[in-house]
């Protein structure tokens, strides 16, 4: 099973808002991310989890917090957006953050806040 | 700092064409390049994954090379068809804790 599994595909928020992105993936792999694609962009790289450690956060505003409960699963909690954050919101992962595997994404979340 | 750079952005063939996709990279330091394909406002799917030693990867009509003293990719697909329409992106893989250097695609339409 080479699947990562996001919920849910659509997401209309409001500015004040709070909602939670989830992922999921049984390969067992310890490397997770968070990546958001605004459209005709390649993806951004947003987080990364590292044995259900934060490893990488590339300077997102604190109105994202992400959260990786079990090497499964990954959330992305988010609280007080911006119109300007309306994206697709990918999630991947991969066996290890610094090794030669493929990395798998999900089908995204796209998110549009009003 | 690594740059990925694709061209063309955009390509439209008629079906049946073989054709060419290039990726250039400014840091010929990587692990390994990888060719992912995305339809529109879907996932990324990988296609193939080329490690720093190897020099090509074949799946099906698709063939990937990789010259990484001279910092280039080239995807070929052959016998093009309508289903192949989709952005096409490649990412590079540094040595250490770093993530994806994507470029920002080719835009490609296969028209029947």
């Known amino acids: 099973d080479t699947e990562v599994t996001q919920t849910p595909k659509h997401l209309v928020m409001g500015m004040t808002n709070k909602k939670s992105l989830k992922c999921e993936q049984h390969?067992?792999?310890?490397?997770m991310y968070w990546y958001k694609q605004k459209a005709k962009k390649p993806p951004e790289l947003m987080f990364v989890y590292s044995y259900e450690k934060l490893s990488i956060n590339e300077s997102v505003p604190s109105r994202f917090s992400p959260e990786c409960p079990n090497s499964s699963l990954l959330n992305l909690h988010l609280h007080a957006l911006q119109p300007e954050d309306s994206a697709l919101y990918l999630c991947?992962?991969?066996?290890?953050?610094?090794?030669?595997?493929?990395?798998?994404f999900g089908p995204g979340t796209r998110l549009t806040v009003l | 700092k690594q740059e990925v750079t694709q061209i063309p952005a955009a390509l439209s063939v008629p079906e049946g064409e073989n054709l060419v996709l290039n990726c250039s990279f400014t840091?010929?330091?990587?692990?390994?390049l990888q060719w992912f394909r995305q339809d529109p406002g879907k996932g990324l799917t990988s296609l193939l994954l080329?490690?720093?030693?190897?020099r090509e990867q074949t799946s099906g009509r698709l063939n990937a090379s990789l010259d990484k003293s001279s910092g280039r990719s080239t995807l070929y697909i052959a016998a093009s068809q309508p289903g192949d329409s989709a952005t096409y992106l490649c990412?590079?893989?540094?040595?250490?804790?770093?993530?994806?250097?994507f470029g920002k695609g080719t835009r490609l339409s296969v028209i029947a």
């Open positions: 990412a590079v893989r540094q040595p250490g804790n770093t993530p994806l250097v």
């Open positions: 080329i490690q720093s030693s190897q």
């Open positions: 991947a992962s991969s066996g290890l953050v610094s090794s030669t595997d493929t990395q798998y």
């Open positions: 390969m067992g792999h310890r490397a």
């Open positions: 840091d010929s330091a990587i692990y390994n």
